[in-house]
């Protein structure tokens, strides 16, 4: 095509593979954050001042945790639905799925997004 596109499915697919598999750890990895809270609060017996201000810590940083998981989310669903429309030939539908991916990325709303069968 001579659109200045240059998509390798495979590569892409390699790419959101490795991409969900990182996600999935980052994932573990901050739910680890609440077991971690759990332990010290029990650890810290009455004094829960350190507990409060891990808790505040956490919280603190919920809204930017959000936002990261809307990044990955919608960067992958943008990657994998515009390499999906490139391939079967549609240019126009390739471009309006990653606007769509970006502006869920932005805001959180993914309508319009296309997040696979089963999401």
């Given at each position: ?66 936002r ?29 799925a ?22």
């Amino acid at each position: 095509m001579g659109n200045g596109w240059q998509i390798e499915p495979a590569g892409v697919q390699t790419a959101l593979s490795d991409t969900e598999t990182a996600a999935t750890n980052l994932s573990t990895a901050f739910d680890g954050l609440a077991d971690a809270h759990a332990a010290l609060t029990t650890a810290v017996g009455d004094d829960q001042a350190v507990a409060g201000a891990v808790a505040a810590l956490i919280e603190s940083h919920s809204e930017l945790l959000t936002r990261v998981s809307n990044h990955i989310t919608a960067g992958l669903a943008g990657a994998a639905n515009a390499t999906l429309a490139y391939y079967h030939g549609d240019e126009e539908m390739a471009a309006t799925a990653q606007a769509n991916a970006i502006r869920a990325s932005r805001t959180g709303n993914f309508a319009g997004v296309d997040l696979g069968g089963d999401q």
